[in-house]
């Protein structure tokens, strides 16, 4: 019961990706035949906001709202696993008409199509999961 706070914040978040049209499958398509400049601002404003606020967590050693202490530990740089992780990535988000966030918010609007999009997101995980220990890392 504690958690149904989440619920209702990710539901809220949900609408506000539909009402915004950064879940839209024709915004997608506009960015990926460079029609549009929207989704781009969208992404380099999460970009730039991400940015200022791992500064600000890193710089003030903020808390979390219970207190605990917030930990950003250090990746190494392995510019193939980035470069063919990344390429997959795109791949599924083209061929899938959407990013993988908001599968939830577009069903939830109606868009039953992207079942098809969850179940392929499904068994990339699982099939992730299976050949994990021979991709490098």
Known sequence: MK?????????FFG???IKAQVASWYRFEEMFLFKSFYMYGVIGTAVLVGSISYQLITRFN???????KITIS????MFK???FGGIVFGLGWALGGTCPGPIYAMM????????VSLGA????????GAVRRYLPH
């Open 108 to 115: 939830g609007a109606g868009y039953t199509i992207f079942l």
């Open 15 to 17: 609408i506000v990706l």
């Open 3 to 11: 958690y149904i706070k989440f619920l209702f914040i990710g539901i």
């Open 121 to 128: 997101a499904l068994l990339g995980t699982i099939a992730y």
């Open 74 to 77: 250090k990746k190494p740089m």
């Open 81 to 83: 696993a980035q470069l």
């Open 62 to 68: 903020l808390k979390t709202f219970y207190g605990e």
